[in-house]
């Protein structure tokens, strides 16, 4: 090649910029096969400019300690993992069916009884880490226990 048809480092920022604009809008499934298209794709699709949208856009469907306030984007821009590596993470972390001890005891739930579910009758109901449940809109305070690996909680006698 010549040097009037080499590409120059602004044609680079160009086409990575174009790239960027192109590959912003796919999911991350998606990006992953884009990424196999060629080096160059390679680099723009594991850049953190593409995957930090995609972390705002999943998390902002969770529960709100999950949204990616700045207070919470900044400690996870200090603690490493790209955000390509977080949103894998999370993705993986969403695909669990049980809980532990530990998570549980540290959630708080709704508490509705079935005759009235559209009534929430407490919303301070929790799983203690002492085994006792505390919040109970009656003010029962029943023993419970993870059960099955974390897919049932037994709560008092009932299963």
């Known amino acids: 090649p010549t040097p009037q048809t080499m590409p120059s480092a602004a044609d ?5 910029e174009f790239l960027e604009g192109c590959l ?3 999911e991350a499934e998606v990006l992953d096969v884009a990424a196999s298209v060629s080096s160059a794709w390679q680099d723009v699709a594991r850049s953190d400019a593409l995957w930090l949208p995609l972390c705002e856009r999943c998390w902002a469907t969770k529960a709100s300690c999950y949204h990616l306030t700045p207070s919470r984007r900044a400690a996870l821009e200090v603690e490493g993992p790209s ?11 969403s695909k669990r069916d049980s ?3 530990e998570e549980l005891s540290n959630m708080t739930f ?16 929790r799983f203690e880490k002492s085994g006792r449940v505390s919040g109970h809109p009656n003010g029962l305070t029943y ?3 993870l059960r099955q690996d974390g897919h049932r909680v037994a709560l008092g006698e009932f299963p």
């Open 12 to 16: 680079d920022r160009l086409r990575d």
């Open 110 to 125: 709704d508490f509705t009884f079935r005759m009235q579910p559209s009534v929430r009758a407490a919303t301070d109901f």
């Open 24 to 26: 912003g809008f796919l």
């Open 143 to 145: 023993e419970w226990k």
């Open 99 to 101: 809980l532990t001890h």
């Open 83 to 93: 955000w390509k590596e977080q949103y894998r993470q999370h993705w993986l972390d």
